[in-house]
């Protein structure tokens, strides 16, 4: 699943701008000239531009988002289209929000407080800096911090409707993955990859193909012409990440659907695909860098535990004084550690093994133990520690360096699988979402000409 972004100006791109009490219906064509979108509204500071389902866009909305795109692209502004075309792609991009959203709360999915603050804390601690520093270069850029909230909850909405709808829909099963890793197709590696993506319509006939097929070779001709990639991908595609340059990241080849795949490997960095067919419209790839994998070596830790629980009779000072009690006798040499465990530890899957880990890497245990680790000797049992199970002592075995390349090379393949369908089966959402929805563009010059949902919404089924 992906993670909460690192603050940018592009964050704000979805930013909600605080709402008008008195925002008025936009009428038909309005000169331009109206803030960044060029939209005036007559008699009004703020009116609206679009409406969702239930939900309204509105021109102050607009206006920030398109001024947060055009900052983020300050130092290269001649990658960013024309702007009522730049003005449309943003509108396309808070209305697929606002979709999302509306269907996480119809799906009674919710985020906290807490949710949010942990974000938020994620977000200035990967900028280095305080949750205090952040929203001051949040409220620096001209945003309200209540509206930067609003998005990372937004942003987790939309990323637990999406565990939601893939959640029962993406099992991977062994013969899945071992027919990947033994198919003649199965390529190993990773790709950077950025990509134009051009949609049909759900239900979308030969014309709407051929249309949108046109579009595609217009992007195409565009790239050979010179057009950079990525200002291509901000002008042309329809993918939700298009104002990113439609970069997808790194990706491992076998997460990259076979057709796909296929033409990518025959492409040199750079260079790009021509528009490729698939089942929601036309694709172009371009190959941005490759890496190999390299055989996986790690350090596995053989150990073993007591656990003392805290419970409704032993308090956490007498557990506390029972872990520093077999601390004791194990360092006096007056206890076995094997009898001490079958005796006291309430872990239920070490105590009758003696308390016996086994082999694992660093990580598997949580942190408390992987902490611990580091400053253990072989054979040497540490201080009592305390974990949120409980009190733990423990003695580490030994170590060894582990060949874990198959193994990862299987979790991957199963992992890519999933996450092929995981994307597609969300994908299919959206659009069908989409489709279904009503959304009302009141500006005429904000409606894709190629866009027949834009042009001619449908009112919501019941």
């Known amino acids: 699943m992906k993670q909460i972004l690192v603050y940018s100006v592009l964050a704000a791109a979805l930013l909600a701008a605080v709402p ?38 509105l021109k102050s909305e607009l206006d920030a988002a398109i001024q947060a795109v055009t900052k983020q692209y300050a130092q290269n502004p001649g ?5 009522n075309i730049l003005a449309r792609q943003v509108l396309d991009r808070l209305i697929l929000m606002k979709l999302q959203v509306q269907k996480a709360n119809d799906q009674n999915i919710h985020v906290t407080d807490q949710d949010i603050d942990q974000a938020v804390a994620n977000v200035a601690q990967q900028n280095k800096m305080s949750t205090d520093q952040l929203q001051g270069a949040v ?3 001209g945003m309200t911090w209540a509206g930067f909230r609003q998005q990372i909850s937004d942003q987790l909405l939309t990323q637990k409707l999406h565990e939601s709808v893939v959640r029962d829909q993406v099992t991977v099963t062994d013969a899945e993955v071992n027919n990947l890793l033994a198919s003649p197709t199965y390529k190993a590696g990773e ?14 006939g030969a014309a709407d193909i051929a249309q949108a097929q046109a579009k595609a070779e217009k992007a195409i001709a565009d790239i050979k012409a010179g057009k950079d990639f990525n200002a291509a991908a901000i002008q042309y595609s329809d993918a939700p990440d298009a104002l990113d340059g439609g970069d997808l990241g790194w990706r491992r080849l076998d997460e990259v659907p076979p057709a796909f ?32 994998p390299g055989r996986q070596v790690v350090t596995e830790y053989h150990a073993r535990q007591i656990l003392i629980k805290p419970s409704e009779i032993v308090t956490p000072e007498q557990a506390e004084k029972k872990a520093q009690d ?75 360096q582990s060949d874990v390349t198959d193994e990862s090379q299987r979790n991957q393949a199963r992992q890519a699988i999933g996450n092929r369908k995981a994307d597609q089966a969300y994908e299919d959402f959206l659009r069908q979402s989409r489709s279904e929805a009503y959304v009302d563009i009141r500006v005429p010059e904000l409606k894709d000409p190629d866009d027949k949902q834009a042009s001619a919404p449908t009112p919501a089924s019941n």
């Open 326 to 400: 077999i601390y004791t006798q194990l360092t006096e040499k007056k206890g076995d550690f094997t009898k001490l465990a079958k005796d006291d530890s309430k872990d239920n899957t070490t105590a009758n093994a003696g308390g016996d880990m086994g082999w694992f890497q660093k990580d598997a245990w949580g942190q408390a133990i992987s902490t611990q680790l580091d400053g253990l000797k072989d054979n040497e049992v540490s201080k009592p520690f305390q974990t949120d199970a409980g009190w733990i002592v423990m003695q580490l075995l030994g170590t060894r």
């Open 261 to 292: 795949a296929d033409a990518v490997s025959s492409l040199k960095p750079g260079e790009s695909t021509p528009a490729l067919r698939g089942p929601t419209g036309f694709h172009i790839l371009k190959l941005v860098e490759t890496r190999q």
């Open 191 to 204: 790709v950077h990859l950025a990509h134009i993506q051009i949609s049909t319509p759900a239900e979308g």
């Open 79 to 83: 990658q960013l289209p024309p702007p």
């Open 139 to 141: 409220t620096q850029d």
């Open 20 to 57: 008008s009490a008195h925002a008025q219906m936009l009428p038909q064509a309005q000169p331009a000239g109206g803030g960044a979108s060029g939209i005036a509204c007559p008699q009004a500071l703020d009116c609206i531009v679009a409406v969702v389902e239930e939900d309204t866009i």
